[in-house]
Nanobody
């Protein structure tokens, strides 16, 4: 099992910044994918930014140039720096973890979610 503990989030005005952090603990397989998804009301959950175990990072087109994902593999943490926030970034943000290989590679782990609200 993997436990994900999120912090950060909250209410911010448009063009403001927020930082989300997530720490993983438990049975940490390496390499792994770790990052963030989000879900807005009435919409499907979507990828925001995920750091792949091979070293690359995938960003949603809508956040490129505004959001930056950082990983500390030694501490099993990931941070999402969100700048120039827009009202359409309002959503519940979920930390995500998935081992790349092995028996647990078919499992995706999720945090409890943290609300980000951007007021215009």
């Amino acid at each position: 099992q993997v436990q994900l503990v999120e912090s950060g989030g909250g209410l911010v005005q448009a063009e403001g910044s927020l930082r989300l952090s997530c720490a993983a603990s438990g049975s940490i397989d390496r390499p792994n994918d770790m990052g963030w998804y989000r879900q807005a009301p009435g919409k499907q959950r979507e990828l925001v930014a995920v750091g792949r175990g091979i070293g690359s990072t995938n960003y949603a087109d809508s956040v490129k140039g505004r959001f930056t994902l950082s990983r500390d593999n030694a501490k099993n943490t990931v941070t999402l720096q969100m700048n120039s926030l827009k009202s359409e970034d309002t959503a519940v943000y979920y930390c995500y973890f998935r081992p790349m290989y092995g028996a647990r590679s078919t499992l995706s782990y999720w945090g409890q979610g943290t609300q980000v609200t951007v007021s215009s």
